[in-house]
């Protein structure tokens, strides 16, 4: 006998067993999904916009799809893991402005969740994904939805955390942490490609396998951090290649952040214009062996790495200190080079580097080696996950 699990419908009833975030609207109609897989997709498959579901059993497996404006959740001292079955499917799909609220993603065989515009999660937590954890991925018309907003997301042990492909996403608080490589463009803890949107507000992004974040300038992507931590990842802490800024229209930010305890390097850009770096910190970044262009192992460990006509970079009251090689090194860079109102602290180490470079960079403590002396790099296109 196949078993039915327990749906009751609340009409009319304020969702008080749900904490939603600010803004959110009041939901018209409250169901309570039982035990099982079946009982839980039932409730989704009968909700309406406006409408809470709220899950009750500790566990559930399967995948599962929250429809467009309806909010899936458990109560505030509930534990609800959901675990996936099928790698092809993510474990969760939600629907444009849907909400997911105080929930566990647990090791999900493919992608955790696939984000929409206009959802919210909070108090989320995705671990185990063997793809990416959190994917908010569009192809056109991107820039026309609403922004998706995570407020207090973990996303943990994912072979890579958080996807932003051509979506406009606002993250506050939450950390990444703990992705694992395995295989070509994994353990990454965050990546915005594809003329992304992303704004990051508090966030930690600490000890990802390959690096901390990666930021893909095609299509005009563009990323903002707001006193974000990214510390102690094993390789690279930020990495951005081929971003489209200028001037007066900047393409990555960083304001007051911590770029601490990283290898290789702590901020680095290949081919990029258009970087501001205001306040914060960019220290102790650990020597590691990478592969230069010319296929040599070499060993390196920089604050701030400006390579392959990198330009239009400011860099205005941080405090460069402690990395393993030097503090700066810039290669083959391009016009709008500025180092301001800041603290070198080299210690054994060295100062600004300035290497292969015919415009005038403006900074102190600026070390020009001899030619033929160069110090060696590794400033590659690291390759974007896939859907």
Not at 59 to 72: C, H, R, S
Not at 147 to 160: H, S, Y
Not at 258 to 266: C, F, I, Q, T
Not at 282 to 304: I, N
């Amino acid at each position: 006998m196949r078993s039915i699990g327990l749906l009751v419908v609340l009409v009319g009833c304020a969702p008080a067993a749900l904490k939603l975030p600010d803004g959110s609207a009041a939901c018209t109609t409250t169901i309570s999904a039982g035990a099982d897989a079946a009982s839980l997709r039932d409730a989704l498959a009968r909700a309406q916009p406006g409408t809470c579901v709220v899950a009750t059993a500790a566990k559930y497996q399967g995948e599962f799809t929250v429809p467009a404006g309806v909010i899936l959740g458990a109560e505030p001292k509930v534990s609800v893991a959901i675990t996936g079955t099928q790698a092809a499917t993510p474990t969760l799909t939600l629907g444009t402005d849907s909400t997911l609220t105080n929930l566990s993603i647990v090791n999900a065989p493919g992608i955790g969740v696939l984000g929409a515009p206009g959802v919210q999660l909070l108090s989320v937590k995705i671990d185990g994904a063997l793809a990416a954890g959190l994917v908010f991925w569009c192809e056109e018309d991107c820039r026309t939805a609403g922004p998706a907003a995570l407020n207090g997301v973990e996303l943990t042990g994912n072979a890579v955390g958080l996807v932003v492909h051509g979506s406009t996403v606002n993250v506050t608080g939450g950390k990444v942490t703990g992705s694992k490589s395995t295989a070509i463009a994994s353990g990454y803890g965050v990546v915005a490609s594809a003329g992304a949107v992303l704004q990051m507000t508090d966030t930690v992004v600490e000890n990802n396998q390959e690096l901390g974040m990666l930021v893909d300038g095609a299509l005009d992507t563009s990323a903002s951090l707001l006193q974000v931590k990214l510390q102690n990842n094993q390789g690279r802490g930020l990495w951005a290649q081929g971003l489209l800024g200028s001037p007066t229209s900047t393409r990555l930010q960083l304001s007051g952040c911590v770029v601490e305890g990283n290898r290789l390097v702590g901020v680095g850009t290949r081919s990029s214009r258009g970087v501001r770096i205001d306040g914060g910190r960019l220290s102790a970044t650990l020597l590691g062996q990478a592969m230069s262009g010319a296929g040599a192992l070499v060993s390196v460990g920089d604050g701030l790495g400006l390579f392959e006509g990198s330009g239009d970079v400011l860099v205005d009251g941080v405090a460069l200190e402690s990395n393993a090689r030097s503090q700066v090194l810039i290669d083959s860079g391009a016009l709008g080079l500025r180092v301001q109102n800041s603290t070198v602290n080299a210690g054994a180490a060295q100062g600004i580097v300035v290497q292969r470079t015919s415009e005038a960079v403006s900074a102190p403590m600026i070390f020009v080696p001899p030619a033929g002396q160069e110090l060696p790099f590794s400033a590659p296109t690291l390759a974007l996950p896939t859907r």
